[in-house]
């Protein structure tokens, strides 16, 4: 209790310094502070990983537990799907090029019901196809102009260019995201794409009386201890409750699921990845502080800021860490490395400086070891590849012109990436 209320305090007298730290963003390479990296290799008491065993039985469970703890907080107890709802489904969508499926998974626990909308296109074939699983920002309606989407009744953050009043999203909503969804070229290219509202899991703001973490409450508690789960922890909880969901449908490959996510849901898609070993591969867009990039660099957004901004995401522990990088058991290169052996693709752009391209890249770098350790070939790349010049190994890394977003250049390299290892 002490040390909670220690944590307390001094969240509040360094959320007091935002603004100043704010002014002091670094936006430029040679401002970046030195810093000594943790090798990913070199256990923490002392002394080299040299095998694959040392690996999965020593460094990869104490690396988990480090970022378990210190970062995106424990997930409190076990919960199962209590019902599967099936809405309809469709051979008919997208003038008949795909099938539509959109069901409810519903959890009951302490008296609490949530309900979390998966909708789901699949390629017209006999066979169990591989898919991309990706949460979307605003719901599912967001992703395509189809009609027949269901319009979700969840909490959606205001937005009224795209109809979303008073937290409520209405018809003017749909497809207002449909730029960042190619459904026709996935599917064209032999893939599914599940997608789920991230708010139906976890409402994105900082109150932990909805979402998931009030089925997990002792009496009396009101908010996850400090080395429990915040918002990211709960998000990658539900990419696993939809996973459970897919090894039952027989028309989904579940054992070739790539988890992707752009931004704060890049972030989430890793930190499923790292949990979660059935994923079999990981995309990260521009998922910057928290996500892929570096913290030590302390480029762009940090832990601190971050921290002050969005004070849900991660657990009370993490705050330890605001202005005080050099202090962190870890960084996220290894977060990256719990992925391995799996493929996974890194994605910054240009005008994404407060995502560090830089850092995703290097971090990118710093986890191929483990990669080389287990056999694959890592990032096929020691400086940081021109823009638009993608380099593919069983870490694929680009980073594209533009700004920050989720795009259709950003989907064709991660299906010619997915068609190397998941076809
Ligand atoms: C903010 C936040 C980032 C996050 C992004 C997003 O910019 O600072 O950490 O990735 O929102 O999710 O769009």
Redesign the pocket.
């Known amino acids: 209790m002490k040390g909670f209320a220690f944590l307390f305090l001094l969240s509040f007298f360094l959320a007091g310094q935002t603004k100043a730290q704010r002014e002091k963003v670094i936006t430029d390479e040679s401002k970046v502070p030195e810093y000594n990296l943790p090798d990913v290799l070199t256990r923490f008491r002392g002394g080299k990983v040299k095998t694959e065993k040392a690996w999965f039985k020593k460094q990869r469970p104490e690396i988990l537990k480090l970022f378990t703890t210190e970062v995106y907080g424990q997930v409190p107890g076990q919960l199962d799907i209590a019902e599967v709802k099936v809405w309809e489904s469709s051979d008919e969508a997208l003038n008949g090029l795909a099938r539509r499926k959109q069901l409810s998974l519903f959890f009951r626990n302490n008296g609490h019901n949530l309900e979390v909308n998966v909708l789901m296109y699949l390629p017209k074939t006999t066979e169990k196809v591989p898919v991309f699983l990706a949460y979307n920002f605003t719901g599912n309606h967001a992703v395509s102009n189809d009609p027949a989407i269901r319009l979700t009744e969840s909490w959606v953050a205001n937005n009224p260019s795209v109809g979303i009043i008073n937290n409520q999203i209405t018809e003017q909503s749909r497809a207002s995201s449909e730029d960042r969804w190619p459904v026709e070229e996935i599917v064209k290219s032999g893939y599914g794409l599940v997608t789920v509202y991230y708010g139906d899991v976890d409402p994105d703001k900082n109150d932990f009386s909805d979402g998931i973490h009030p089925f997990f409450y002792q009496e009396n508690q009101t908010h996850p201890r400090y080395n429990e789960w915040g918002s990211i922890a709960a998000w990658a909880w539900g990419l696993s409750r939809v996973l459970d969901y897919l090894e039952t449908d027989q028309m989904v490959d579940s054992k070739k699921v790539a988890v992707l996510g752009h931004?704060?849901?890049?972030?989430t898609a890793l930190w499923a990845g790292a949990t979660d070993q059935r994923f079999a591969m990981v995309v990260s867009n521009?998922?910057?502080?928290?996500?892929a990039a570096l913290s030590r660099r302390e480029f762009g957004?940090t832990v601190q800021?971050?921290n002050t901004?969005?004070p849900h995401w991660f657990c009370d522990n993490f705050l330890k860490y605001n202005d005080n990088e050099e202090e962190l058991p870890v960084d996220q290169h290894m977060l990256l490395a719990l992925i391995a052996p799996r493929p996974l693709y890194v994605a910054s752009a240009e005008g994404d400086k407060?995502?560090d391209p830089r850092g995703e890249f290097l971090s990118a770098k710093y986890a191929s070891p483990v990669y080389e350790l287990l056999g694959k070939e890592g990032l096929p790349a020691k400086e940081m590849p021109e823009v638009n010049q993608p380099v593919m190994g069983t870490i694929g890394y680009h980073i594209r012109s533009g700004k920050?977003d989720l795009t259709l250049y950003d989907w064709i390299q991660y299906i010619r990436f997915a068609d190397k290892f998941l076809k």
């Open positions: 931004s704060r849901l890049g972030k521009e998922s910057g502080c928290g996500g957004e800021i971050i901004s969005f407060w995502a920050h």
